[in-house]
């Protein structure tokens, strides 16, 4: 299949469009829509219908289920995200600016270096990340014991040290001519191999942080909150949407490339604790 890189996301400010460009190189192209819903794991297929007609916008359970179909890579899948978003915008007349300047920085990107299955193994433990983004920090230097320490103990500086050696190896972190550690020029993506199982261990592990995080951190610098709720079957995709645009608009706000502080970590989890009408979700 012909493959939509980054460098031609400027082809593209229209979801439909993107969709429907891939759609037409597929090797083993679905001869009806009836085939093409059945692979996404929908029995009818009147909502994908609607949704090539413009007629409906999708949900985000549909738009991963494209993305996957069509071989997208995360950043691709991101941008059809934001494009969908766009277009529920456009809709109903609200503001597409911070939406658009997603798109913008998504474009920005020009092209990624591609993290394999056997080197996501590497880095999916949560220390990985946070070494990553302590780079950003204003007061940061390479230093094992003070990463170790600002890190409160919990890797010892033998394997602060290996774990950097392993993120300038996968330019995930890179060096200047200095030799000093920086952001890489291009960014990286995990494409579409990463397993569902790799994803779910990433997650164990940074939910057990924010588990620990309620005895070991003071009140003032956490904020841990739960809400139980009542919630129609039809509601939750639309529920689900919004939580991944509150989170988009978290880290556009207070995501900072330098000169930060702290190095924070914001789990979101939002499951159901009785049995749900998988049929009602089609």
């Known amino acids: 299949m012909e ?3 980054a460098l031609n996301f400027d082809n593209f400010l229209d979801y439909l469009n993107y969709v429907v460009s891939p759609a037409s190189h597929f090797k083993s192209r679905p001869k009806t829509l009836e085939q093409w819903a059945a692979r996404l794991g929908y029995k009818s297929s009147s909502i994908l219908s609607m949704v090539l007609k413009g007629q409906r916008i999708p949900s985000h359970d549909l738009i991963a289920s494209i993305a996957f ?7 691709e ?3 059809l995200q934001l494009l969908v978003q766009l277009e529920k915008e456009k ?14 920085k998504l474009k920005s990107h020009g092209s990624f270096n591609r993290i394999s299955l056997d080197e996501f193994s590497y880095i999916s433990e949560w220390h990985f990340f946070a070494i990553k983004n302590l780079i950003f920090l204003e007061d940061f230097k390479e230093d094992y014991d003070w990463i170790s320490y600002q890190l409160r103990g919990k890797i010892q500086p033998n394997k602060v040290k290996s774990s950097i050696e392993q ?23 995990t494409g579409d191999t990463i397993p569902s ?9 940074m ?3 924010g588990h620990e995080s309620i005895d070991e951190i003071e009140m003032a610098l956490r904020q841990i909150s739960s809400l139980t709720l009542a919630i129609s079957d039809d509601d939750i995709s639309k529920a689900k949407d919004k939580i991944i645009e509150f989170c988009q608009e978290f880290n556009h706000t207070f995501a900072k490339d330098k000169n930060a502080d702290s190095i ?19």
């Not at 993120?167 to 993506?189: C, E, F, H, I, Q």
């Not at 924070?264 to 089609?282: A, E, S």
């Open 69 to 75: 179909d069509l071989d997208l890579s995360e950043d």
């Open 167 to 189: 993120l300038v190896k996968m330019g995930v972190l890179a060096r200047d001519k200095d030799g000093n550690l920086k952001k890489p020029t291009k960014g990286y993506s």
């Open 207 to 209: 939910i057990s942080r």
């Open 197 to 205: 199982s790799a994803i779910r261990s990433h997650h164990k592990e």
């Open 3 to 5: 493959k939509i890189s």
């Open 91 to 104: 809709r109903k007349n609200k503001d597409c600016s911070k939406t658009l300047q997603y798109l913008n």
């Open 264 to 282: 924070y970590q914001l789990n979101i989890q939002f499951f159901p604790h009785t049995l749900v009408k998988k049929g009602k979700l089609q």
């Open 77 to 79: 899948a991101r941008y």
